[in-house]
């Protein structure tokens, strides 16, 4: 049975960092497109980065520059580096993983099977 589950989440002031994990279960299992996705109240869910398993990545224009998606390997955890935070930052965070590379192409949550329960992410000003 296939389990993400992340932490990291938590308060922060404007302009600090933090850093988001997801593990995975079963570690073994090489997927083909993992991400991250975020949604805030009231907001549709959108995504903010992804890594594929030639570790190619792409960022929303929102989190360029800011944000670092990184899995060194199939042992290790998915890691958003969050920095620079802004307010408009807020909202719950999701990890994402799918076995196959389409969600990488078309960057839509409905386009990755499997998904983690989420961390709060709050920014204040």
């Known amino acids: 049975q296939v389990q993400l589950v992340e932490s990291g989440g938590g308060s922060v002031q404007a302009g600090g960092s933090l850093r988001l994990s997801c593990v995975t279960s079963p570690w073994t299992y090489n997927y083909y497109c993992m991400g991250w996705f975020r949604q805030a109240p009231g907001q549709e869910r959108e995504w903010v980065a992804l890594?594929?398993?030639?570790?190619?990545?792409t960022y929303s224009d929102s989190v360029k520059g800011r944000f670092t998606i990184s899995k060194e390997n199939v042992r290790e955890p998915l890691y958003l580096q969050m920095s620079t935070l802004k307010p408009e930052d807020t909202a719950m965070y999701y990890c994402?993983?799918?076995?196959?590379?389409?969600?990488?192409?078309?960057?839509?949550?409905?386009?990755?099977?499997?998904w983690g329960q989420g961390t709060q992410v709050t920014v204040s000003s």
């Open positions: 890594i594929d398993s030639d570790g190619r990545t």
């Open positions: 994402a993983a799918s076995e196959s590379s389409w969600g990488c192409t078309t960057r839509s949550h409905t386009d990755l099977e499997f």
